[in-house]
């Protein structure tokens, strides 16, 4: 496809859509008329030959990492800044009685004291904000802290899902026992059945544990706040912060946000949260900056999570293994909220009746959920694909034969193939253990599935990309990179579209001075934002052509950019010569987020995964050898990045399916293991061989093409590590995560 | 397990009773010249002034008995590569050299470290040098978010000189002390063997 417009492309154009053949299986294109939007590039699609896009490039931060370097909010310092902490509530349940802050404000170095609850406010959980402090050192607000004299009335609270209000009955094999509502044609569905089965699955509330926690700094300038935090959403916090602030009668001027570089988030980081705005109250009260950062059991008990699940499923199949009922209830851990809680599930596996979904959240007094990285999704699949790996196995018909029979997308049936070659899947599941083998190897596999084409914004999102006379390029969005590599995305598709040096262009986001983008929620970022970049660099581009064909005496439209070269034949300036035509002020441009094609390739994104398990059955310990992950994220901008995305998925794959649990005391109704002790993640030791393979797509859903990533990867590993344990073992283990006494309690229940 | 000479009592073998987590290294001499500062004779409450020797310059800093060695460095000295992540010696965040051994910072005591060589991971990066290894964890993507990062190019670093070419075991194990949220193990063993192959320390 030529890289210059039509004039007027509202005829539409052709564009080529699909994938190159995955190894071993077959090409799949199509075509399609689309209507790029007036001032858009024409789209890239499967025959678009790239420069840059889809290589191999070094994170174009990677530098500022690895050397330390790098500023997190957690990192920045001003002359006089103050340190500020908060005071925490010691009880789940009930209401603050009395408070004093006069002593606390008279201890040596304290510059300001704020309460956050009035007495007669309400306490809904263990770490409940009460008083925020700011002084001259960690050591004089702690001190400080322990001089708060706050009194509570305690109320009787509950932490424990299983007497939850509205929890159902469980059997002494925590199964169900709650009758399923009826439903006329499911149950003949089932009669109809060849084989049908049943069974309950539980995963527990797992924490976000971003390594850099909550918080940041605030400094105000007057009426104007600069505030450094560590968000992924810059604008949504902006806002919430401004109104927060005005609501506690402080005139607000301008707010900014910076976010630079974030350690983390993984969906808990969406709000300034009461950590933000007692900072900006403590700089605001104090007229000084302010650093507020939570600590590690305040990152684990105050920040949202993933919330546990109990579902309970019951399918059939007919004589061919073919799925022909399905019914699914699901009650889901919320906290103090009672929101938040919500489990998803597959939705390609063929059913003949309508599916019944139910859902119901349980509240309990503690810190509520947070979206986390696929919200819903690890719990569900993990639910799914285990029974339906049981299901299988009842009928005597192999998870991938199962697969193939019942899941309808044809891109992830292509994968499947692939992946099962690529892994050795029928080598590996045919291996037999020895009955009195300690070590039992067993094979799994899960699908994964995300939805997510790109915000296309109410008002669109933006990115100004500006080309300097000394030949750099500046590519600038508000959004932030909280480790996908954004910048790089940024970098990329600017020096592609420029025909640019990838040096010469420096990207920049965090800042809300800079045009507006998504949080990054729902691998909304990437897709948003691509075709906005593009956009904006191929309006620079077009101020550059001019300036040359003009200098050489050209026709404009025969001048092109490629390779650091802009020109016709042998008419040709190289990138720096051509950017000195530019003169003092640089080429400024903005791009747009326009809407999107009407027919993309496909709607959603998908994957599979495959893992091998080896169980000490002394131990019940479970290890993950190896995992092999094929996944779709439409067109692959920055390959080594969109794999670190996919192999860390796998990672926290094997965290969640293995390790961990938020462990709850229920007298006191505090978390007991809100520490990296004793929450235990994924460490080195525990990692398998890992290998990815990224399904590159042309999805034709607009001028760049690029679909979600940080959520999709991480939807399958727990499921396929779980389903390879039951293979490993000859019986599942139907709660997560798989720890040894489950593996023992199941390789018991298999003798009994 | 080796224990540097002379490092009195940190706060983690002070709570604990066990020694310093670190491991023998055959040296990195970045303050070689360099006169080391002695420790104060006596500590009473409030701030002091000491001396700390850190990548090869003797910096004075003012703490108090109970300021770690990781407080120290970034709040005094603006250091703020290492990271208080779990402040408890279980993440790996916050390593340093000390006299060669890596070691968590936040298990340290400041006034323990005077005396003691120290090497963060600012020294690996100049204007025009970049350390190989420092390099290789950009060339392999050895990161995501990067807040573990400067941690384990520092638990890398003792690694390789300690073991000169180590094994996918030994990585794993020299690195075992150090968590990442966002799963990048696997590039950082990457790019340690990378480095090996090189012959870079």
């Known amino acids: ?752 | 397990m080796t224990v540097p000479p002379d490092r009195g009592v940190s706060r983690r073998s002070f709570l604990k009773g066990s020694a310093v987590v670190g491991i023998a290294t055959t040296g990195l001499d970045a303050a070689a010249g360099a006169v080391r500062p002695t420790r104060p004779a006596s500590f009473g409450p409030g701030q002091h002034e000491i001396a700390l020797l850190v990548n090869g310059s003797e910096q004075k800093v003012k703490v108090e008995t109970r300021t770690t060695l990781l407080d120290a460095l970034r709040d005094g000295l603006d250091l703020t590569g290492a990271k208080k992540i779990c402040d408890r010696g279980s993440c790996g965040g916050c390593t340093v050299l000390m006299d060669g051994v890596a070691v968590n910072a936040c298990l340290t005591l400041a006034m323990d470290a005077v005396g003691s060589k120290l090497t963060t991971v600012e020294s690996l990066t100049d204007k025009d040098a970049v350390h190989p290894l420092v390099q290789n964890f950009v060339q392999c993507d050895a990161m995501q978010c990067g807040f573990c990062t400067p941690g384990m190019v520092m638990s890398s670093l003792a690694c390789l000189q300690k073991r000169g070419k180590p094994t996918v075991e030994q990585m794993k194990h020299d690195l075992s002390g150090n968590l990442c949220r966002c799963g990048t193990y696997g590039r950082v063993m990457e790019a340690i063997e990378r480095t090996a192959q090189a012959g870079g320390k």
């Open chain 1, 1 to 752: 496809m030529s890289q210059h417009p039509a004039q007027d492309p509202s005829d539409g154009v052709e564009i080529t859509v699909g994938y190159k053949a995955l190894p071993g299986q077959q090409d799949r294109f199509e075509k399609r008329t689309v209507e790029p939007k007036t001032g858009d590039p024409l789209p890239w699609d499967a025959n678009t030959q790239f420069q840059v896009v889809g290589t191999d490039v070094a994170r174009v931060d990677g530098l500022a990492k690895a050397s330390g370097r790098a500023k997190y909010a957690y990192d920045i310092t001003f002359p006089g800044m103050l340190h500020g902490a908060l005071l925490r509530a010691p009880i789940a349940k009930g209401k603050l009685k009395a408070l004093s802050l006069d002593e606390a404000s008279a201890m040596p170095g304290i510059a300001a004291v704020v309460a956050l609850k009035e007495v007669g406010n309400k306490v809904r959980f263990v770490g409940d904000a009460i008083a925020a402090i700011a002084g001259v050192s960690q050591h004089a607000v702690r001190d400080a802290l322990e001089k708060v004299r706050a009194e509570y009335e305690a109320e009787e609270h509950n932490v424990d899902y299983n007497v939850a209000e509205g929890a159902p009955l469980l059997d002494a094999n925590g199964q169900v026992e709650d009758a399923w509502p009826e439903a006329k044609e499911i149950e003949e569905a089932l009669g109809k059945a060849a084989v049908t089965h049943t069974g309950t699955y539980r995963t527990e509330v797992q924490t976000h544990s971003s390594l850099e926690t909550h918080g940041g700094v605030a400094k105000w300038n007057g009426q104007d706040l600069d505030f450094w935090m560590s968000t992924q959403a810059t604008f949504g916090v902006r806002g919430e912060l401004a109104r927060a602030l005005q609501g506690r009668g402080i005139k607000v001027g301008t707010v900014t946000i910076h976010a630079e570089f974030v350690g983390g988030g993984f969906g808990s980081k969406f709000g300034a949260g009461i950590e933000g705005l007692a900072c900006a109250l403590l700089a605001h009260a104090a007229q000084k900056p302010v650093k507020l950062m939570l600590d590690r059991f305040e990152e684990h008990t105050t920040t949202g999570n993933r919330p546990g699940a109990l579902m309970q499923a019951r399918a059939g199949v007919d004589k061919d293994g073919k799925l022909v009922a399905w019914d699914w209830r699901s009650f889901g851990h919320a906290g103090f909220s009672g929101q938040g809680g919500s489990v998803a599930v597959p939705n390609y596996y063929a059913i003949a009746t309508k599916p019944r979904r139910e859902h119901k959240d349980l509240a309990i007094d503690t810190d509520p959920p947070r979206p986390m990285r696929a919200p819903g999704h690890p719990q569900g699949w993990f639910g799914v694909e285990l029974f339906l790996d049981e299901l299988a196995a009842k009928a005597g018909i192999d998870p991938l034969a199962f697969r193939l029979q019942n899941d309808r997308e044809q891109i992830r049936q292509d994968q499947w193939r692939f992946g099962a070659a690529e892994f050795g899947w029928e080598k590996a599941r045919a291996h037999q253990n020895a009955a009195d083998a300690r070590w039992r190897r067993g094979v799994g596999l899960a699908s994964a599935r995300w939805g997510q084409l790109g915000n296309q914004g109410r008002p669109a999102h933006g990115a100004t990309c500006r080309v300097h006379q000394d030949g750099s390029v500046e590519i600038r969005s508000g959004s932030q990179d909280i480790g996908v590599g954004l910048k790089t995305v940024m970098a990329v598709l600017t020096a592609e579209e420029l025909g640019a040096p990838l040096a010469a262009v420096n990207a920049i986001a965090g800042h809300t001075s800079d045009p507006s983008g998504p949080a990054a929620g729902g691998s909304m970022v990437t897709p948003s934002l691509a075709p906005a970049i593009r956009q904006a660099a191929y309006r620079a581009k077009l101020q550059l052509r001019e300036m040359v064909a003009k200098h050489l005496g050209v026709p404009v439209g025969d001048v092109d950019c490629k390779n650091g070269k802009i020109g016709t034949g042998t008419a040709q300036l190289p990138w720096a010569e051509a950017c000195k035509l530019i003169g003092p002020n640089p080429i400024d441009v903005r791009g747009e987020r326009l809407a999107n094609f009407e027919k993309p390739f496909h709607a959603t994104q998908c994957g599979a995964q495959f893992a091998e398990v080896e169980v000490d059955t002394w131990t019940g310990i479970v290890h993950v050898t190896r995992m092999f992950g094929v996944q779709d994220c439409g067109l692959v901008i920055a390959k080594k990045q969109a794999e670190s995305q996919v192999l860390g998925a796998m990672i926290q794959g094997v965290s969640y399916a293995l390790h961990e649990q938020r462990i709850m005391d229920k007298r006191s109704g505090r978390m007991l293991n809100g520490d990296f002790l004793r929450y235990k993640i994924t460490g080195p030791k525990d990692l398998p061989e890992l290998r990815c393979h990224m399904h590159s797509i042309a999805n034709g859903h607009d001028s760049v093409g690029a679909a979600g990533l940080g959520e999709p990867p991480s939807v399958a590993s727990a499921a396929a590590i779980a389903n390879a344990v039951f293979h490993a073992l000859g019986a599942p283990v139907r709660h997560l995560p798989i720890t040894p006494d489950k593996v023992l309690a199941a390789l018991a229940s298999k003798k009994a």
